[in-house]
């Protein structure tokens, strides 16, 4: 196993050039899907990397048993055995430092999905009121759009402030762009990357790149059903001067806080052409085939340590 259980840790460093080049040269719909796949791939693998080093940190805690085992022993203490731990990459520090690191890792995620769960059931709590339509115009004076996922409850949520400061046509184009969201499930993209970005810090990029290509794509959706793409650029520049934004991250909203210049000069360009998978001979398909191969490279090297560690454990604890 040796150092190369520590390889997931830093390979998603590979995936930050994908990153920006994704969002400029990819559609957004690729760029999302790749982008997202790459980060939970390489988030599960670092955290179980942090899961087989805590193992090895688990002989530094005291009450371990001595080194000085007998094989007959009923009691299963063979972990201690210098043998044993020759085999695996034990490193004092780092095995007690990865017992609290996975411990934060775990409270992260279990708070983000805590709030994200909290934050829905709320929002569907408040709007249990209203009649049960696809769209929940609020009459509030805080400007506010966002797309609502709740399976056969998927609503848009808007107010009557961000109304009144859209046309008609932009208000299409604010209904156009809430529905591709939902259409496409982009809150399980972002509440993926998110997660992603909670288990491993490297990961950061990329959770900033999806919301922004999630969005992008709803941008996309909304000018073909609008059928002008200055319509939803207007929309946007107009939403993004008095929207506040979404009440959590991984809810998507028509003027989500992020690079709006970026979206509105996109939509003010040409259409960006379909295609599933970048060619090796450009900028961007090189990117993505290092982070590719990155993530390859990630989940072979856990997977390995992963059986590896299992059988020292089943040699070492003979019950």
């Not at 810090?201 to 999630?214: D, K, Q």
């Not at 107009?238 to 989500?256: D, I």
């Not at 090189?286 to 390995?304: E, H, I, P, Q, Y």
Request: charged fraction near 15%; charge should be positive; glycine fraction near 6%.
């Amino acid at each position: 196993m040796g150092v190369f259980v520590f390889l997931p840790l830093v390979l998603p460093l590979t995936a930050w050039p994908i990153a920006r080049l994704a969002e400029q040269h990819l559609h957004p719909r690729t760029a999302t899907r790749l982008l997202t796949g790459v980060a939970v791939v390489m988030a599960a693998c670092s955290t179980v990397c942090l899961g087989l080093v805590m193992v090895v940190g688990t002989a530094q805690l005291p009450g371990n048993p001595p080194p000085d085992f007998v094989r007959g022993d009923p009691q299963p203490d063979g972990w201690s055995d210098p043998e044993v731990r020759a085999a695996v990459p034990y490193d004092e520090v780092v095995g007690k430092a990865a017992i609290p690191a996975l411990c934060a890792v775990v409270v992260a995620c279990a708070r983000t999905l805590w709030r994200h769960g909290r934050v829905r059931r709320h929002a569907h709590r408040a709007l249990s009121g209203l009649p049960g339509t696809g769209v929940a115009v609020l009459p509030d004076e805080v400007p506010y759009a966002y797309a609502l996922p709740g399976g056969r409850r998927d609503r848009v949520v808007v107010t009557t402030a961000l109304l009144d400061c859209l046309e008609p046509a932009e208000r299409r184009a604010l209904f156009a762009h809430e529905r591709a969201h939902l259409a496409a499930r982009h809150h399980r993209y972002l509440l993926a990357v998110q997660l992603a970005a909670r288990a491993n810090p490297f990961l950061r990029p990329l959770r900033t790149a999806v919301s922004y290509t999630a969005e992008r794509w709803a941008d996309e959706e909304a000018a073909k059903a609008v059928g002008s793409r200055r319509t939803v650029a207007c929309a946007i520049g107009e939403a993004a001067l008095v929207s506040r934004g979404t009440p959590l991250a991984t809810l998507a909203g028509f003027a989500a806080p992020g690079p709006v210049p970026r979206r509105v000069a996109a939509l003010l360009g040409p259409a960006p052409p379909v295609r599933r998978w970048p060619s090796l001979f450009t900028s961007v398909g090189l990117a993505a085939w290092c982070a590719a191969a990155g993530t390859a490279a990630s989940a072979m090297s856990s997977a390995n340590s992963a059986v590896k560690m299992v059988l020292i454990l089943r040699a070492a604890t003979p019950l």
